[in-house]
């Protein structure tokens, strides 16, 4: 028998593979699913004109706690709509705020929300967006409703979505909740679950006001959209460079993530004998999946080889799978990963990887409780440790790192910086653009090399922090040393500012353990998703399966 | 109102702009949230404190001794940092002394951590004003608001070691009452209420 362990963090945590992911039974809008099904799902106020515009207010809740939505639609000029951080209007803003607002919350909230980031809220809210209409699917289904017909579910299949969301924020943004102050919370300790509640929300909210603009329209002829069309849209999203820095600075959740996903996989393989039962569910979720396959679209020739590469890797599995014997072999799901792993692409690996966890519930349910991590515990440097633990854990952390050349003009081609317009991460070439003196600390191969290099020259029974007492400019990375001893997977073993670097691969890998799909690349700093697709809506999801995200366009 | 987590993010950059590294500008983003988490002024004291040395970086001790002097006034947050560093050795010092230091309030997170670490409470001693710091948990304080001190002539960090407050005539009072919960054991329940044999020499 083979020896099965966790993936090397070597192998796992390359650029090109973390951005192969896809969404799994791990992921967070399908964990909230689970998590809230048997809370009430409830609207409380719509207020909206004849053009849909106005508030409205949703609620989740069970027992004592309650939470609740508040959404505000406006007209918007067509000039006016953008997707891009710097749009100052949007078609709606919402905000999900801590128990059952008051008249004067909703009075407050209307003052701020619409206005994002340059309004302030309270932290009575927790987490804040914002939506743009798909305007062509908008309008589109607003015409074929309240004429009497449903709309075209080819056309709808092109996007998925009424709206899309260009920012969720929370955890203390703009004056929202501090994250400490809810993280105990039973309901809501999975990572980004309040911001998976908004967007469910949201979507709801999507679906209701249509069927308001389209009665307003024609009250005489109108008809509501059908389940069926409403359940194959879910929130599009669009994701640029914020994401990126963000699992840079958050190692210890990062492996938390990575590290669930592993041991996952590992429990998986380990499994002695696989029941027909089980099989037949895998079978099901790939049959299913291929068909979702076929409505990615994207104008992205990097997203296209990707999509072609899975959909040839996936015959080709599908070849080799119809030829195993499973019930008669120990191990079948390692047998299948070796497989895998020696004969397809990063982008269907990990796409199987994903689906090899659809049928094993009691796997991945205890790992889903993992997924937060408080980087707060690991912030002090133990610096009364020696320089020789410092060398000992660069050389069997960073061994691919350490090869990297960065004497070489393109292994530094980048560098990350804050715009002072809008307060978000940016990426430039640092020997065409002005402002690399103020780079973000994000180039951490960089930075481990140098670390290493100086080490080389120094005593390795000196203490850490009498070498930190010179060096100053390497806190930062020792940090990230001594927390990459203890979290094998809290690190990108690749170099951020490369000139190979690819900076959507960094979204999609947290884009991914959100659970979006449809990853539509506008350039190699932007992209759409979408979010929900195929989810139940609120008044099924207490009948839902987990199985959902499979069935959109089926 | 700011979040603590706002307050961290802007006193971290505003660190970095005024020349600190980084790694210690992470450290102040921590400490001024901490500060203002135990409702002292944390941002009012950086903001002045980084307008001061806003030309004039300042230099940090070359390490930390019983006694503490330099020929400039001494940095509160390089002072800090080293201390959070080197707490397990220096606390064998007891008591430390530090003389001139600029904006002291700015060097009691990292006290506050080093008691953390070193699993002491930690009391500090500036212009009249004493503040008892225990294990990152709480911060005591004889004095009802704390002001953004510009300046420490003065500034005593003490150890702390670990023991009780009351005396021993004071806890058998007690644990005496405490004995009243117990029920006294008749030789019934000698024989049959504990788990173990009556002889044990097999």
Redesign the interface.
Known sequence: MHNINLRHPENVMKLSRLGSFHQSKLSFLRSFIREFKYWEFKRDIFELDKNGYGVAVYSVRKNRRVYSLICFSQHINANERSDRVIATKWDAAFVLHDGVPNQNDIERLKQNVPRQEIGRMSSKELALSRANKSVRIFDHVINALSIGNQPDINFLNKVGYLYRTTAVYGSGKFGLADRFRIKDRREICGPFRLEMMLVYLVRQFTFDQINHISKMKNPEQSVKLDKKIARNLGIGNSTGLGMAPFIVNHPTLLHQWIYNREKALKEIRLIKQVSQKEINHFKFCLEKSKKNIDTWYTDSDYQNKKIESLKNDLKKFEEYFLTIDYLSKNNFWNEIYLWIDKHLEEECSEYLISMMMEPYDRIIEPLVKNMSSDEEKYFNIPASRKILDLKEIITSKYKSILKINFKEKRSNTFFWFISKNKEEPRIANRFDEYGSDLEQPLAIARDINQLYQKILKENLSRTVADFLSDNDELRHIIRRIFISEKFQYSEIQDNTISESLVPIDMLRLKLSFFGAQKFDPKSDKWLRICMYQGAPLADEIKNSDDTWIFSSVN | ??????IEIVSK?ASKSKG?????S??IG?SVRLLEMFNLPGISTLNQYLKKISSNHPK?LK?IDKTNKSDGEICPIYTG??I???C??IQEFKVIKFFNMNYPLLIIPFLS?SSE?VNKQICLNLNDCKYILNSNKTILTNIEKSGDFENASELTIEFLENKNLFTDIEWKELYKMSEDTFVPETESLKNSAAGAGLTDND
């Open positions: 109102m700011m979040s603590f987590s706002e950059r600190y590294s980084w790694g210690i992470e450290e921590k940090k390490n940092v080293s959070l560093d080197n397990n050795q951590r670490i």
